[in-house]
């Protein structure tokens, strides 16, 4: 099983990027998805999670401004990233397991995490 996280980079406060996360090895539609940040300094933290019918959850840092969602087709999972912040400077990660090992930062499964760095 392999997650492969894309689409990190430098951006000003205020912008916007798309983060992938492409999976293989496993069958997508079957798991529930998450994407974690950890920042310097910080430890770990649930962004937002996507069950398999779709459903999904935000943390309250995030929401209004992230959307998560996902591809079965392409066996792909996004976030997309708006009105960014200097404090949303972290790595991100995908992850992917049952529902509850998602939310509680157990995945079976992770990706090798991309930086988002957000800065004037």
């Known amino acids: 099983v392999q997650l492969q996280a894309s689409g990190g980079g430098l951006v000003q406060p205020g912008g916007s990027l798309r983060l992938s996360c492409a999976a293989s090895g496993l069958t997508f539609g079957s798991y529930a998805m998450g994407w974690y940040r950890q920042a310097p300094g910080k430890e770990r933290e649930l962004v937002a999670t996507?069950?398999?019918?779709?459903?999904?959850y935000y943390a309250d840092s995030v929401k209004g401004r992230f959307t998560i969602s996902r591809d079965n087709a392409k066996n792909t999972l996004y976030l997309q990233m708006n009105s960014l912040k200097p404090e949303d400077t972290a790595v991100y990660y995908c992850?992917?397991?049952?529902?509850?090992?998602?939310?509680?930062?157990?995945?079976?499964?992770w990706g090798q995490g991309t930086l988002v760095t957000v800065s004037s």
């Open positions: 996507i069950r398999r019918g779709g459903s999904t």
């Open positions: 992850a992917a397991g049952s529902w509850a090992t998602v939310v509680a930062g157990t995945a079976s499964y």
